[in-house]
């Protein structure tokens, strides 16, 4: 059993007019201690079936459906109470916006040592000191200062550090990051990248990276997860991906890509390749492929009937009607 | 900071000095003359010249102000015209009901306004919120005489709950000087609930919008914490900040409500004295309350850098 199963997760949002299909049927597991990257475009329903695991949806959110079991309990279906003594403690996250993730009014000591405190029983005392071990651990110099200065006394990287300092306070089994570099510096990305990878190896959690950044992907991940369009199109191990994608999705994403070198060994600047076209309205109902409007292999079968994700290639799963398949289903 | 302290401070002196010559002049100008008031029907034109030399209205304008606001530094308002007793005796005299007045409106504004605005905010567009703010849009436009007559109908004189009207001082006791505070202030606290309410109400709705609250309940916290510890600090400064422009409105309803339940304190004096022109009064009154005013919402400024440290002066 994994320590996540998501199974035919299905999160639709009532708009005025419309029913919005953020998430259509998406299943997936991440196994303990394992790193899943999630990748897509903007509004691919990523973030949405991060904030879904946590049961931090916003409400009224229209229908959730299918399972989330997490240790074999269905997330879905766990009373307020119960999903919060998971939040912190079995289950954190770390936000995209270190900028506005912090509460301004509280130390950074308060806030890593309020999950602490939440969780386990702490005295004021014990959360301070573990707190300021928290600290130690994420890499921010001179912990016993920092523990008693507030967010904006500290800088970019530094709150993103504080972030995952709260995140890991109480060991959660499975860490879900949603975009945890994108609002910083190359360098402090980097830095952060590999501090998570670092802590991963030292506190043992499975971590869901949600990116958009395929270089966070090869860096971080064991196993990626492409969606487009509240579904999942692809999934492989990270060096199968990279090496052979097999929807036409992934290999747009990874044209997109810069290559190192690459305009300066041929004579004529190369441009970049992009994906035409734009992710589909999620609030009319979907014919077909999600990608066909903008697949440069899309025949007429795509706009008829949606390809179901197969694989392709052992332990490579994609959903194309063309993409070659190099073994019988798996 | 104690630099920016004395800095405010020195401030408040012309603000202090433009109400001093607004006030002095203005009664200078109204219409009406106190000698004439004094003397009676009776009197003769003589007899009121003789009253306007002995007070001292017979002379100019700059003299008496100079006159006057040198007295006022050294903590002598003059002599009403009235009752011919120091202006400062009648004052400390009639602090007492209207400062426990205030205090009293004001512990049970903050007490009901806050849960409700947070409450409101918390159950958007919920018919809780929709029944808050109607209480708020009602606090607003229902005169306070008319919520403080009705109130005394009611609760004191149907059912005898309460005191009708009166004071009892602190020294005969606290739950004397409670009970008859609580109606009076009850009634004033009404237009600071409503103020106070939508306000909370307002700030607290952006700020459940900001990501820490996410983060908050990503911790594992359980709402009545998300709500009152990490948004409720963060909604502070909007809030004690309104809470500092409302004691002009508490001031200007002390001045009815008194005069409703037959308070002896400086809202009644006030009235008292503008009935009578009695203009030494009037004068120490009003620039008493300005000064309270400003003082107040200096402690107001200095209060935000304890409750966010992002701000420091």
């Known amino acids: 059993m994994a320590l996540l199963e998501v199974r035919d997760l299905q999160i639709h949002f009532r708009t005025a007019t419309a029913v919005n299909r953020a998430v259509d049927g998406l299943s997936f597991d991440i196994e303990a201690g394992e790193a899943l990257a999630v990748v897509g475009e903007s509004g691919c329903g990523k973030s949405v079936t991060s904030m879904s695991i946590l049961g931090l949806l916003p409400t009224p959110p229209g229908k959730v459906a299918g399972q989330i079991n997490f240790r074999g309990r269905n997330l879905l279906e766990a009373s307020e109470r119960q999903m919060r003594k998971l939040r912190g ?50 890499g921010i110099p001179s912990p016993e200062r920092r523990v008693d200065e507030y967010p904006h006394q500290l800088s970019g990287g530094m709150r993103q550090r504080a972030m995952i300092a709260i995140a890991l306070a109480c060991n959660p089994a499975l860490l879900v990051a949603d975009e945890p570099t994108t609002a910083l510096d190359v360098t402090i990305q980097a830095q952060i ?114 390809p179901a994700l197969e694989a392709k290639a052992p332990g490579h799963f994609a959903a194309c009607h063309f993409s070659p398949r190099e073994v019988s289903a798996a | 900071m104690s630099a920016y302290i004395l800095r405010r401070i020195l401030s408040t002196v012309p603000v202090v000095l433009f109400v001093m010559i607004f006030v002095f002049s203005l009664l200078y100008l109204a219409p009406g003359d106190p000698a004439a008031i004094l003397a009676g029907d009776q009197a003769t034109q003589e007899d009121i010249e003789n009253i306007r030399t002995q007070l001292g209205l017979d002379r100019s304008f700059p003299v008496r102000f100079v006159e006057w606001a040198g007295g006022v530094f050294q903590g002598d308002f003059g002599t009403s015209i009235f009752t011919r007793e120091p202006v400062s005796t009648m004052i400390l005299q009639r602090v007492e009901p209207t400062v426990s007045l205030m205090i009293v409106t004001l512990i049970i504004a903050l007490a009901i306004a806050i ?4 409450a409101a905010a ?79 109400r307002a700030t607290m709705l952006e700020i459940l919008q900001q990501d820490y609250i996410r983060t908050a309940r990503a911790k594992g916290a359980a709402g009545h914490t998300v709500l009152f510890i990490h948004a409720l600090r963060n909604a502070m400064v909007p809030i004690v900040t309104v809470v500092g422009l409302g004691i002009a409105l508490m001031i200007s309803g002390a001045v009815v409500i008194e005069t409703v339940f037959a308070l002896p304190g400086l809202g009644r004096l006030t009235v008292e004295s503008i009935l009578r022109r009695d203009y030494p009064v009037i004068q120490a009154v009003i620039l008493v309350f300005s000064f309270v005013y400003v003082i107040i919402n200096l402690l107001i400024d200095l209060s935000y850098t304890l409750i966010d440290p992002r701000i420091s002066y």
């Open chain 2, 115 to 118: 849960p409700m605005g947070v």
């Open chain 1, 89 to 138: 403690a079995e289950i954190s996250m770390i936000f995209q916006e270190p900028m506005t993730s912090l509460n301004p009014v509280f130390t950074i000591g308060q806030q890593i040592g309020e999950s602490v405190r939440l969780h386990e029983n702490a005295s004021r005392a014990q959360a301070h000191d573990r707190a300021i071990e928290m600290l130690r651990l994420v």
């Open chain 1, 193 to 306: 990248l590999d501090l998570m990878q670092d802590l991963r190896s030292k506190v043992g959690s499975a971590v869901m990276l949600i990116t958009h950044d395929l270089g966070v992907v090869a860096e971080f991940a064991e196993r990626v997860l492409v969606m487009y369009a509240g579904r999942k199109v692809e999934e492989a191990k990270v060096g199968d991906l990279f090496r052979t994608p097999r929807h036409p999705y992934t290999q747009g994403l990874l044209n997109a890509v810069p290559k190192l070198g690459s305009s300066l060994t041929t004579a004529e600047p190369v441009r970049l390749a992009e994906i035409p076209g734009r992710v589909p309205d999620l609030s009319k109902p979907l014919s077909g492929c999600a990608f066909a409007d903008r697949c440069p292999r899309a025949q007429e079968v795509c706009r008829r009937i949606d």
């Open chain 2, 122 to 200: 918390w159950k958007r567009g919920s018919l809780l919120d929709r029944f808050i703010m109607l209480f708020a849009v009602l606090g607003f436009s229902v005169p306070v005489f008319v919520v403080g007559y009705v109130l005394a109908w009611t609760l004191a004189l149907k059912l005898g709950w309460l005191p009708v009207q009166g004071y009892t001082p602190i020294a005969e006791g606290i739950w004397p000087w409670l009970r008859s505070l609580i109606l009076p202030a009850a009634t004033l606290s009404g237009v600071y609930i409503a103020l106070i309410a939508r306000i909370t």
